[in-house]
Every structure is written in structure tokens, then in C-alpha cells.
């Protein structure tokens, strides 16, 4: 009883710690374009339409995704009201269940001080910390595989449980693929099939479990697959399945970036955790585990990041489910490094201080820079970018002062590990991220965010509740949807950008254009100049022009 006590004040520490960074300030900056706003605009139009089976943009089919996120999104739109706090607390929710069960995973395979390393790994490093900020569905996507993975490992050791590990695997990797797609299945069949070549095709379930497996995947994929066929025909899934095949062969939306892109994304954008987790990349460690949990993490890992190598369409978060095996290996080194009594060579606290150092530049430069744009305009090449650096934002002066801040505790963490006090040196680089991202993520995105779309989306609101049409001119955007509040009918599905700027319209019509693209806008009979502010021109359209 006592040792179960123990646990649940560690389960309690790691969820409020987790609550703490993850939950407040979610709705501190407006959504972001595209894909924030994207889906919590699949969400609201489930509310607006009632029609919870079928996703939909601009109520027409949005074939790209399944609807198991859009589901939780428009349940906390149901509870927060549709807002930008309620489009991101699903996350904020999977990242505090996410390092409870790094946490007690970690425990049950090593010990309590390993479980609070991988949980400390994946909320001080900077991607994987602001992943569960967001408003996007791979945290959940990527929640789902993970575990989908480790029933597998479970399946594959314990040969007396092996049909309910079996079962919990299909469970887990059929909510996976009904929150993002079959890639999910993908993935995990080449981790195994990695796993079955590595020991050298020896039989590791039965036919029978494997069947299992099939099974309960195919009830849980099933749920929405088989439904939505019924309801709305063929056409919809064979929209679906072409569209992941084209994100798997061609660059789609511009997103074609070269090979290594991912190698350096990872690298780059999940320090610390990336750069203390290479010598686990590099080195042999011993494992004491007997489920071999650092071989599947290792296969997870390079999966991943080869998989979305090859993969034509490239985007940043591709290739997050390569944070939960990092973050394990990260945590896999320092233990290592603790029971041997070692401290870090002295490359590995180079490129410590160098990525450290270079981040804390970053965040000092960004509002610092924008303090002093008149510096800045004269090396800008892009117009739009000079418009957009003209819209009057109040900055306080203190802001720059939080980079400074972080690089002198990355200064002291690097200080920490060359006395050989690791585990005080990576805590404190751990949790200075942390609290920096926390403190940044309020003090200064909201402000930079007002360069970038704030007018623009400032416009769109301003028009809520009012009978017109809202739309944008020359660039592609998901925004006027969700801060227009755009109903259904509005306007009609035939109506296009073209019949809102040209044909007899029966109610007003807005645009939002760059201001790269005035002069097209003007050349428009009809169109009425209302006012520019920043990056962004608007105009009104009105009937019998």
C-alpha cells in the first residue's frame, strides 16, 4: 500500500506539473494559419451543422482527414465555446496524459527517477513542448501509435497475455488511423517488420493473436471507415485514400523540401532533449531491460525519420512521432550516464552550449528586432514583409530580456554538467525551456502574431454577425471562416471567389488582400478601398456593381 501511495504522488507531481505549462495562456494568439485554423474550423462546422460524420471546410467534404480529433475539438468547443482556448485544450489534455504515461512506463521498466527524466524530456525541449499548445492532431495521432507500439512490445514478450496486448495494440493503432489516417498502420507494420528482420525471421506471435490484431483494428478503424461508405457512398473514402497517396508521392501546397529536412528539424527544433539523446543514437548502452525497449525505440526512431524522408510532402510536424522515441533515448543517456558515474564528453557539452546559445540569440533577436524594425526594412527584400513590419505594436522592453535570461541558464546547465553534476545540469535546461516557452508564449508570439495575420484576422471579426460575404484575394486562408463565423449558405456552394468579385451579388462582399496584390484588387470595377493597415488591404464589393 505504501509503494502504491508513492506512485500516485509521482502521477499527481508529473499531471500538475504538466497542467501548469500546457493549460493556461492556450488562447493567448489567434489560431494559426493553416492548419490550427483548418481544423478547428472542421470542428466548428460539426457544431454549426450538426453532421459529426463527415468532415467539412467551407461546408463542402474535407477528404484529407478522419474526424476522431475534430470529435474532441468540437466537445471542448461544446464546453469552452468556439474560441482559440477550446481548439487547443485536446492537446493541452494528451500532453499531461502523455507524460503520466512516460512516467509510469518509465517506472515499470527502470525506476521512478527514469520515468521522471523521459517525462522531463518531452516538456523541456522546444517542438515537443509547444506541439502540446497547438491546435493540430498530431499529438493525439501521435499518442495513439505510441501506445499501439508499446501494447506490441508487451505482445511480443509476454507470451501468457499476448492475446490482450494483441487486442490493445489493434485498439490503439485503429484510433490512430480514424485520427489521421492509415499511415498509422503503416508505421507500425514497418516497425514490426524491422523488429522480425532484426531477429532474423523467427516466429514472435502466434498466427492467432495476429488475427487478434487485424480484428479489433478493423472494428475500431471500422467506426467511421465503414459508416461514412454506408451513409455517403464510395466516393468520399476513395477521395480520401487518393489524397494520402499524393502526400506520400508528390510535394502537395508547396511543402517539397529536400531530403534531410526532418534530420534537421529534429535536431534543431526538440533541443535540449536531441543533443543529449545522441550518444544513445550512437552507442551500444547496455539494456536492462528484458523487453529490449531502447532496440523498438531505436527502430521507432529511424522509421519515422527515413519514412517522412522519402515521403514527397514535407511539413514540420511529419515527423513528430519521432519526440516520443527521442525523448526516451534522451532519458536512456542520462541514467546511463548517472550509474556509471560519468560526466559528459566534452563535444556533447559543446554542442550543448552552441544550440543553447544560438536559441537564446533567437529569442532575444525576434522582439528585439521588432523594436527596431527601422534597422530591419532596409535588408528586406519582400514588400509584403516591409507592410507588415508598419503595423504599430505596443512592445514594453522587457521582452528581449527573456532570451537573455534562458541563455544564462543554459550557461549554468552547461556549468552543472562539466562539474559532473548531470542531473542538476539537465533538469535546469530541461525546465528553463519550459518556463522560457511559457513566459514567450504569452509575452511575445501574441505581439509577433500581429505582424503576420493579426489584421487581417481583426477584419474578419469585425464582420461577425453582419449578412455579407467575406473572402480573400490572392492568397489562400482558412481564417476568414472561422473568425467570419461563416454559416451555411454563405454563400451558396455554387458561388465562387470569381461570381463574389465580378457577378451580381445580392448582400455586400469583403476581401483581404496583401498588399503585393492592391493594384489587381483596384483594376476590379466596383471595388471600394476601405483601409490598409499592416500587410493587408481591405475592400468592399457592393450589390449592383
Given at each position: 500500500?505504501?509503494?502504491?501511495?508513492?506512485?500516485?504522488?509521482y502521477?499527481?507531481?508529473?499531471?500538475?506539473?504538466?497542467?501548469?505549462?500546457?493549460?493556461?495562456?492556450?488562447?493567448?494568439v489567434?489560431?494559426?494559419?493553416?492548419?490550427?485554423?483548418?481544423?478547428?474550423?472542421s470542428?466548428?462546422?460539426?457544431?454549426?451543422?450538426?453532421?459529426?460524420?463527415?468532415?467539412?471546410?467551407?461546408?463542402?467534404?474535407?477528404?484529407?482527414?478522419?474526424?476522431?480529433?475534430?470529435?474532441?475539438?468540437?466537445?471542448?468547443?461544446?464546453?469552452?465555446?468556439?474560441?482559440?482556448?477550446?481548439?487547443?485544450?485536446?492537446?493541452?489534455?494528451?500532453?499531461?496524459?502523455?507524460?503520466?504515461?512516460?512516467?509510469?512506463?518509465?517506472?515499470?521498466?527502470?525506476?521512478?527517477?527514469?520515468?521522471m527524466?523521459?517525462s522531463?524530456?518531452?516538456?523541456?525541449?522546444?517542438?515537443?513542448?509547444?506541439?502540446?499548445?497547438?491546435?493540430?492532431?498530431?499529438?493525439?495521432f501521435?499518442?495513439?501509435?505510441?501506445?499501439?507500439?508499446?501494447?506490441?512490445?508487451?505482445?511480443?514478450?509476454?507470451?501468457?497475455?499476448?492475446?490482450?496486448?494483441?487486442?490493445?495494440?489493434?485498439?490503439?493503432?485503429?484510433?490512430a488511423?480514424?485520427?489521421?489516417?492509415?499511415?498509422?498502420?503503416?508505421?507500425?507494420?514497418?516497425?514490426?517488420?524491422?523488429?522480425?528482420?532484426?531477429?532474423?525471421?523467427?516466429?514472435?506471435?502466434?498466427?492467432?493473436?495476429l488475427?487478434?490484431?487485424?480484428?479489433?483494428?478493423?472494428?475500431?478503424?471500422?467506426?467511421?471507415?465503414?459508416?461514412?461508405?454506408?451513409?455517403?457512398?464510395?466516393?468520399?473514402?476513395?477521395?480520401?485514400?487518393?489524397?494520402?497517396?499524393?502526400?506520400?508521392?508528390?510535394?502537395?501546397?508547396?511543402?517539397?523540401?529536400?531530403?534531410?529536412?526532418?534530420?534537421?528539424?529534429?535536431?534543431?527544433?526538440?533541443?535540449?532533449?536531441?543533443?543529449i539523446?545522441?550518444?544513445?543514437?550512437?552507442?551500444?548502452?547496455?539494456?536492462?531491460?528484458?523487453?529490449?525497449?531502447?532496440?523498438?525505440?531505436?527502430?521507432?526512431?529511424?522509421?519515422?525519420?527515413?519514412?517522412?524522408?522519402?515521403v514527397?510532402?514535407?511539413?514540420?510536424?511529419?515527423?513528430?512521432?519521432?519526440?516520443?522515441?527521442?525523448?526516451?533515448?534522451?532519458?536512456?543517456?542520462?541514467?546511463?550516464?548517472?550509474?556509471?558515474?560519468?560526466?559528459?564528453?566534452?563535444?556533447?557539452?559543446?554542442?550543448?552550449?552552441?544550440?543553447?546559445?544560438?536559441?537564446?540569440?533567437?529569442l532575444?533577436?525576434?522582439?528585439?528586432?521588432?523594436?527596431?524594425?527601422?534597422?530591419l526594412?532596409?535588408?528586406?527584400?519582400d514588400?509584403?514583409?516591409?507592410?507588415?513590419?508598419?503595423?504599430?505594436?505596443h512592445?514594453?522592453?522587457?521582452?528581449?530580456?527573456?532570451?537573455?535570461?534562458?541563455?544564462?541558464?543554459?550557461?549554468?546547465?552547461?556549468?552543472?554538467?562539466i562539474?559532473?553534476?548531470?542531473?542538476?545540469?539537465?533538469?535546469?535546461?530541461?525546465?528553463?525551456?519550459?518556463?522560457?516557452?511559457?513566459?514567450?508564449?504569452?509575452?511575445v508570439?501574441?505581439?509577433?502574431?500581429?505582424?503576420?495575420?493579426?489584421?487581417?484576422?481583426?477584419f474578419?471579426?469585425?464582420?461577425?454577425g453582419?449578412?455579407?460575404y467575406?473572402t480573400?484575394?490572392?492568397f489562400?486562408?482558412?481564417a476568414?471562416?472561422?473568425?467570419?463565423?461563416?454559416?451555411?449558405?454563405?454563400?451558396?456552394?455554387?458561388?465562387?471567389?470569381d461570381?463574389?468579385?465580378?457577378?451580381?451579388?445580392?448582400?455586400?462582399?469583403?476581401?483581404?488582400?496583401?498588399?503585393?496584390?492592391?493594384?489587381?484588387?483596384?483594376?476590379?470595377?466596383?471595388?471600394?478601398?476601405?483601409?490598409?493597415?499592416?500587410?493587408?488591404?481591405?475592400?468592399?464589393?457592393?450589390?449592383?456593381?
Amino acid at each position: 500500500m505504501p509503494q502504491t501511495r508513492s506512485v500516485w504522488i509521482y502521477v499527481l507531481i508529473v499531471a500538475s506539473i504538466a497542467a501548469f505549462f500546457f493549460i493556461p495562456f492556450l488562447g493567448a494568439v489567434h489560431l494559426f494559419d493553416w492548419d490550427e485554423i483548418n481544423f478547428a474550423e472542421s470542428a466548428r462546422e460539426m457544431l454549426v451543422t450538426g453532421n459529426y460524420s463527415r468532415v467539412q471546410i467551407d461546408f463542402q467534404p474535407f477528404w484529407e482527414k478522419p474526424p476522431l480529433f475534430f470529435w474532441l475539438q468540437a466537445a471542448s468547443m461544446h464546453l469552452f465555446g468556439v474560441n482559440e482556448f477550446a481548439a487547443r485544450f485536446p492537446n493541452a489534455v494528451v500532453g499531461i496524459i502523455t507524460l503520466v504515461t512516460f512516467f509510469l512506463i518509465g517506472r515499470k521498466l527502470y525506476n521512478e527517477k527514469f520515468g521522471m527524466l523521459w517525462s522531463l524530456s518531452m516538456l523541456g525541449s522546444f517542438l515537443p513542448h509547444l506541439y502540446f499548445k497547438s491546435g493540430i492532431i498530431d499529438p493525439w495521432f501521435n499518442y495513439f501509435i505510441f501506445l499501439g507500439i508499446y501494447c506490441g512490445v508487451h505482445w511480443v514478450n509476454r507470451k501468457e497475455h499476448g492475446g490482450k496486448f494483441a487486442a490493445l495494440s489493434g485498439l490503439f493503432i485503429g484510433l490512430a488511423t480514424i485520427t489521421k489516417g492509415p499511415v498509422a498502420l503503416l508505421i507500425s507494420m514497418l516497425v514490426a517488420a524491422v523488429f522480425w528482420i532484426s531477429v532474423r525471421f523467427r516466429k514472435v506471435v502466434s498466427f492467432k493473436h495476429l488475427l487478434l490484431f487485424i480484428l479489433v483494428f478493423t472494428l475500431t478503424a471500422g467506426v467511421w471507415f465503414f459508416a461514412d461508405v454506408m451513409d455517403n457512398g464510395i466516393g468520399f473514402f476513395n477521395q480520401f485514400i487518393q489524397y494520402q497517396i499524393d502526400l506520400f508521392l508528390h510535394p502537395v501546397a508547396g511543402h517539397g523540401e529536400p531530403f534531410y529536412y526532418h534530420f534537421v528539424v529534429v535536431l534543431v527544433g526538440c533541443f535540449p532533449m536531441s543533443i543529449i539523446a545522441l550518444p544513445a543514437l550512437t552507442r551500444n548502452y547496455s539494456e536492462p531491460s528484458p523487453m529490449k525497449f531502447k532496440k523498438w525505440m531505436l527502430i521507432l526512431f529511424w522509421v519515422v525519420m527515413l519514412l517522412f524522408s522519402i515521403v514527397k510532402t514535407k511539413i514540420v510536424h511529419y515527423s513528430s512521432l519521432a519526440y516520443f522515441p527521442l525523448s526516451f533515448l534522451a532519458a536512456h543517456t542520462v541514467a546511463n550516464y548517472l550509474n556509471e558515474k560519468k560526466k559528459f564528453s566534452g563535444w556533447l557539452i559543446f554542442l550543448f552550449l552552441l544550440f543553447g546559445i544560438t536559441f537564446s540569440l533567437l529569442l532575444f533577436g525576434a522582439p528585439w528586432l521588432a523594436q527596431h524594425k527601422e534597422a530591419l526594412i532596409p535588408y528586406l527584400k519582400d514588400s509584403f514583409a516591409v507592410d507588415c513590419l508598419k503595423t504599430e505594436v505596443h512592445w514594453s522592453g522587457f521582452e528581449s530580456s527573456i532570451g537573455i535570461v534562458y541563455g544564462v541558464c543554459i550557461c549554468a546547465g552547461a556549468y552543472f554538467l562539466i562539474r559532473k553534476k548531470l542531473l542538476t545540469g539537465i533538469s535546469l535546461a530541461y525546465l528553463s525551456t519550459a518556463l522560457c516557452l511559457f513566459i514567450y508564449l504569452k509575452a511575445v508570439v501574441p505581439k509577433i502574431e500581429e505582424y503576420s495575420q493579426g489584421p487581417a484576422i481583426e477584419f474578419y471579426q469585425s464582420l461577425q454577425g453582419k449578412k455579407v460575404y467575406v473572402t480573400t484575394f490572392g492568397f489562400k486562408s482558412y481564417a476568414q471562416y472561422f473568425y467570419f463565423r461563416k454559416q451555411p449558405g454563405d454563400p451558396p456552394q455554387s458561388h465562387s471567389d470569381d461570381w463574389l468579385q465580378k457577378g451580381n451579388i445580392d448582400r455586400p462582399a469583403y476581401f483581404a488582400a496583401k498588399s503585393t496584390s492592391m493594384h489587381d484588387v483596384e483594376n476590379i470595377s466596383g471595388m471600394k478601398f476601405l483601409y490598409q493597415k499592416g500587410g493587408y488591404a481591405f475592400y468592399e464589393r457592393e450589390p449592383g456593381h
